[in-house]
């Protein structure tokens, strides 16, 4: 292994004390009241300002980023939960009147004219979007709605089945939908929708509060709807809502027909005469479901050696983060779903949490958080913590690119060369099945927010639309029709991180181009994608995709390109 060169000197405090922490609103307060009182006589005074306070908001970040680490890692917790919600009511809420005084404090001064303006010149254009859409009847709503949002997660970490009399988490027991025993397949897929089902009107009367709360938010803004003041808080200045319409269509036209003929092959290789949802995961060439590692810790050693094979910097990044245990892999009962890379501004070391069991899809998904990982140490060095908040455009390019680049190297976690060419061509599979899946999330979520007064039939109706526009149009649902309004449910992000979700696809296809470029000259594209990534955002999304030599464009024809280079690779497997 290469000297560990990621290990990152954590940055001296120059504001607040060195033992400072954040323990109620009177230990915050005097720092926030001194940033927004400053008198400030100069430009050089403005920078330091801007410095002082990013330091304030990297320590606050990073402790609301423990609070929510350590209620994910057990939901039961009660302890942790309560310091989550402390944040969240207690700290949270006074703080937004601070940031949108600091914004006003910074485009009023008469020395920001002397600031180098293409330097600040992204980050003004959000604080300046941020001051618009600032209302402060709106503080108690977006609390109310970050704890609502919480309890998405404590419902969902509570689910467990029992199959064969062991009981286990829902990612466990979906493990076994890539079982070559149909009825096996059957039951594990039953079960899990049933639990999922058991708390269907829960879920859906929390989404109805959160829409409600949320349509409240936009209004008081001065917007039509909560989807347009999305746009404008999630800062999308380089594409409108019409064209996430046009790449949703672009998908329907050029990548579901690919997954329909992916399904088709699979009904005739497995010898059905129709596929239900039970039979998508299994490998229809009759082999077992690939098993790349047993534990968590050799899942993490092993893609630590990935990494390393692809950059000696990649490797020490994981080793940095294994040393100081920023990691938490393994699939437990009472953890929440999913998983997530959090960044932690002040150390600049974020944490990885995710619900391993032993799949490929395990392998994929430490690789996609890793790539998040390498951008926050990549963007540890800029100035302003602003700077190192990218938008989930480029976010995503950093981990979905990593899944693809990572490839070559796959041998470390499949010996066998023909698991190893299985396993890269069920990812790649995987890779296109993401365009109709984002397309069905993002457009529901366009309609849910167009019509916030909808009824849950209205609801169902036009979920059961937008699916059957983009999925499974090869796969029989005859007997499963009530748990089919609900799938929508199991996606996180409409509780929790609504909107952000066709950036998966924006990203995908970013993801794609680098991939293309790193099969002819891996080197070179290794080096632009590092140097795209070192930037944050300092500059637009165009402007970082082009520093890594590809285009930020999700056009028909953009798309059919980069899908064809996809299919001509599986072939090539």
């Known amino acids: 292994m290469a000297e560990n060169t990621a290990v990152l000197a954590p940055k001296a405090r120059t504001f607040l004390p060195a033992d400072y922490q954040v ?112 209302r402060e009847e709106n503080i108690p709503l977006n609390t109310e709605i970050t704890t609502k949002q919480q309890q998405y997660a404590a419902l969902t970490g509570a689910m467990n089945v029992t199959l064969n009399g062991e009981e286990m988490t829902l990612p466990k027991a979906a493990d076994r939908l890539k079982s070559l025993d149909r009825q096996v397949r059957r039951e594990a897929y039953l079960a899990i929708q049933e639990r999922r089902y058991q708390d269907k009107d829960e879920l859906n009367n929390l989404f109805s509060e959160l829409i409600r709360l949320r349509h409240q938010v936009a209004q008081h803004a001065g917007f039509a709807n909560f989807r347009d003041y999305m746009f404008a808080a999630l800062g999308r200045f380089d594409y409108t809502v019409q064209d996430c319409f046009n790449f949703h269509e672009a998908i329907a036209a050029n990548v579901v027909p690919l997954i329909d003929a992916i399904d088709r092959e699979r009904g005739k290789n497995l010898g059905l005469p129709e596929l239900k949802p039970w039979d998508l995961d299994v490998d229809d060439t009759g082999q077992p479901p690939l098993e790349p590692f047993k534990t968590g810790e050799e899942l993490l050693l092993k893609t630590i050696d990935v990494f390393y094979q692809l950059d000696p910097f990649l490797g020490d990044c994981l080793l940095t983060m294994k040393d100081m245990g920023r990691l938490d892999l393994e699939s437990r009962k009472g953890k929440a779903p999913g998983g997530y890379n959090y960044p932690l501004d002040e150390t600049g070391v974020p944490f990885i949490f995710m619900n391993a069991t032993s799949s490929l899809r395990d392998v994929v998904t430490i690789l996609h958080e890793g790539g998040h990982a390498v951008h926050n140490f990549l963007t540890h060095e800029l100035p302003l913590g602003a700077f190192k908040h990218t938008p989930s455009e480029v976010a995503e390019l950093a981990s979905m690119s990593m899944e693809l680049i990572s490839m070559d190297h796959w041998d470390i976690f499949f010996k066998d060369e023909a698991e190893l060419r299985r396993a890269k061509k069920t990812h790649l599979e995987s890779v296109l099945e993401t365009f109709p899946w984002v397309a069905t999330i993002d457009r529901f979520q366009h309609w849910v927010y167009e019509n916030p007064d909808h009824t849950l039939a ?91 030599n590809i285009k930020f464009d999700f056009s028909a024809t953009y798309i059919k390109s980069l899908t064809d280079f996809v299919q001509a690779e599986m072939e090539r497997l």
Do not use: C
């Open 458 to 548: 209205e609801r169902e109706h036009n979920w059961l639309q937008i699916f059957n526009q983009f999925n499974n149009h090869e796969v029989s649902w005859e007997g499963l029709e009530k748990y089919k309004p609900y799938i929508w449910q199991k996606q996180l992000h409409l509780y929790e991180v609504p909107f952000y979700y066709i950036e998966y696809a924006m990203a995908q296809l970013g993801a794609i181009a680098v991939w293309k470029n790193y099969q002819k000259n891996p080197k070179a594209a290794l080096a632009s994608y590092k140097a795209a990534l070192s930037l944050g955002y300092t500059r637009s999304i165009a402007e970082v995709y082009e520093a890594a």
């Open 23 to 134: 323990t109620d609103w009177d230990a915050v307060a005097p720092y926030l009241e001194d940033l927004k009182n400053r008198n400030i006589q100069s430009a050089a005074e403005l920078e330091q300002w801007l410095l002082d306070r990013s330091e304030v908001e990297s320590v606050l970040s990073e402790d609301m980023g423990w609070r929510y680490i350590r209620m994910t890692i057990d939901t039961r917790d009660e302890t942790a939960t309560e310091a989550f919600n402390f944040f969240v009511n207690e700290i949270e809420p006074h703080i937004a009147p601070y940031d949108h005084a600091l914004n006003q404090k910074l485009v009023e001064s008469p020395y920001l004219p002397e600031l180098d303006r293409e330097k600040y010149r992204i980050y003004l254009r959000s604080v300046e979007k941020a001051i618009e859409i600032f």
